[in-house]
C-alpha cells in the first residue's frame, strides 16, 4: 500500500477530532486476546485518544465502547455476545458508539450473526486496523453502519499513532500471520499470511523506544523465528537484516535497551544461528517461549507440528548445551481430538524432563473452519479436564520444585513498580518470569536492582535488595 494511501486512511483521525472538539468525550476498550491483539489495542488508543477521546475504566462513562476481539479458543464468542447484549441499552439511552473489532471480525459466521442480532456502528478486521478513524467518522456523520473487513492479507502498516501500556516495557509487532497451519488453529484464517515488516522500521521503532527510556522490548509475532523467511523465499529482501537471528543482533546493539524477549517462536524455526545469537546477544533474555502443544509424536503429526517428541527433547539438549542457564516456558494443548491416555502421558513425560518454569495449559476447543473440529474422534469433555487438571497438578510441583533452586541466588531485576497486593513491597521481574517482592526505596522503580531471593511461595517469590545497579 503506497504511503500517501495510508495517510489519507489517517487524515480521517483530524476529521473526527474535529467533529469530536470541545464534547470531552471518553473512550473504554476491552481488549480480549494475546500480545499481538494488546499491541493492536495500542494503536487503537492512540488513533482514539488524536481524535479527541479521552480513556475511561468505566464503560457506563464512555461515549466510544471498543471491543478488540480474539478466536482463539474457548467461549471467546459467547463472551462477545454477552458484553454486546450488556452495552445495548446504554447504547439506547444514551447513543453510545459500538465498535468491533479484531482476529473474531475476520469469521464470516459471527459478523452475520453481529448483524443480524445485535447493535453496533463499526466492524473493522485485523487488516483494516487502520482505516478505525475513516469508518468511525463514516459511522458518525452518515448515522449508519460500517462493517470493514478484507479477507485479503494486508501489510503492516507504519506510522498509526500509539498510546503504551507501560512506560519501561513495549511490544514491538516483527511480523503477522501464519503459514503454519497448525490443525487446531484458527490464526492463520484470521491473521492471513507471515508477512514481515522491514528491519529498517523495526529498528527505528525500538531506537525511538529507547530514546523514551523504555528497557525492556517483547519482539511479537505468530512465528516470530520464521522472520523474513517468505520474503528471502521470494527473493524481496534487499536488508543485510534477512533472519530472525541477524534482527535480534541488531536490537541487542541498540543503546538502552537492556532486555530483548521474543514470542512467539516455532520449535521448527529454531536454526543454529537462532541459538548462537540468543547465546551472543548479552541483552536477550536466556528465557524462552518453546511451544510444545503436544509431548506426543502421534498427536504432533495430526496437529501438523512437523516436529516429533524427540526432536523436541534433542532441541532442547541442544540449546541446554549451547546456552548456558536457559530455562524454557511452553504452551500445551490436552484433549485434541484422537489423545489416547498414552498420548497424554508423552506430555507429561516431555514436561517431566524439560522441567520448565513456565506452563499455558489450555483444553483443546474446537475452531470452526479448521481440519481439527472436522476430526470424528473428539475427546469428551470430561477425559479433556481430568487431564488439564492431571497436568495442572504436574506443574504446580514443578513450580515448587523450581523454585527451590532461586533461594540463595542473585538476580538482576527491571523494578516495575509497588507490588498490587502488598504496597510495602516493590516488585520485578526474574528473567524467568517469576514474580520477586522485596522492600526498596521508591526511587529503585525503573532501574536494574540486585535482589537476593530469600524464600519461595509457589506464585512469586520474597527478595532481599543488595545494590541499585
Ligand atoms: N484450542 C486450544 N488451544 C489453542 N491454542 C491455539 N488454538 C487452540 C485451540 N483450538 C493455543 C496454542 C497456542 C496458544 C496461543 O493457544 O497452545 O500456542
Ligand atoms: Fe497457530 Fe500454529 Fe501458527 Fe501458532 S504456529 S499461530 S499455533 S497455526
Partial sequence: ?????????????????????????????????????????????????KMGYTETDDIMDADLVIYNT????????????????????????????????????????????????????????THTLYKFPKDLYDAIIDNRKITDILDID????EGLPIKRDDNIRASVTIMNGCNNFCTYCIVPY?????????????????SNLAKEGYKEITLLGQNVNSYMRVEREKGEVTSEINSFAKLLRAVNEI????????????PKDFTD??????????????????????????????????YTKEQYLNLVDKMKKMIPNVKFS??????????????????????????????FMFIYSRRKGTPADEMENQIPEDIKHKRFD??????????????????????????????????????????TNKVVIFEAAEDAIGKVVNVKIISEHKWYLKGEILELN
Fill in 273 to 306: 544461528d537462532v541459538i548462537e545469537a540468543i547465546r551472543d546477544c548479552k541483552n536477550v533474555s536466556k528465557f524462552i517461549h518453546l511451544p510444545l502443544q503436544s509431548g506426543s509424536t502421534n498427536v504432533l503429526k495430526v496437529m501438523n507440528r512437523v
Fill in 1 to 49: 500500500m503506497k504511503k500517501s494511501d495510508i495517510e489519507n486512511e489517517l487524515t480521517y483521525i483530524d476529521k473526527v477530532k474535529t467533529i469530536n472538539d470541545g464534547k470531552n468525550l471518553k473512550y473504554y476498550i476491552l481488549t480480549m486476546g494475546c500480545q499481538l491483539n494488546e499491541n493492536d489495542s495500542e494503536k487503537i488508543c492512540g488513533m482514539a485518544e
Fill in 255 to 266: 543503546d538502552g535497551i537492556e532486555k530483548i524477549r521474543f514470542i512467539s517462536p516455532h
Fill in 390 to 431: 492431571r497436568l495442572k497438578e504436574l506443574y504446580e510441583r514443578l513450580v515448587e520444585e523450581n523454585n527451590k533452586e532461586y533461594i540463595g541466588k542473585n538476580f538482576e531485576l527491571l523494578v516495575e513498580g509497588y507490588s498490587k497486593t502488598n504496597n510495602k513491597f516493590l516488585t520485578g521481574r526474574t528473567d
Fill in 70 to 125: 480474539c478466536c482463539v479458543r474457548e467461549n471467546a464468542e459467547e463472551k462477545l455476545f454477552g458484553k454486546l447484549g450488556e452495552v445495548k441499552k446504554q447504547k439506547e439511552a444514551k447513543g453510545t458508539i459500538i465498535a468491533i473489532g479484531g482476529c473474531m471480525m475476520q469469521e464470516k459466521h459471527i459478523v452475520d450473526k453481529i448483524k443480524k442480532s445485535y447493535k453496533y456502528d463499526v466492524i473493522f478486521g
Fill in 154 to 157: 494486508g501489510e503492516i502498516i
Fill in 330 to 359: 511452553t504452551d500445551i494443548i490436552v484433549g485434541f481430538p484422537g489423545e489416547t491416555e498414552e498420548d497424554f502421558e508423552d506430555t507429561l513425560d516431555v514436561v517431566r524432563k524439560v522441567k520448565f518454569e513456565q506452563i
Fill in 190 to 206: 484470521v491473521r492471513g499470511r507471515e508477512r514481515s515488516r522491514s528491519p529498517e522500521d523495526i529498528l527505528q521503532e525500538i
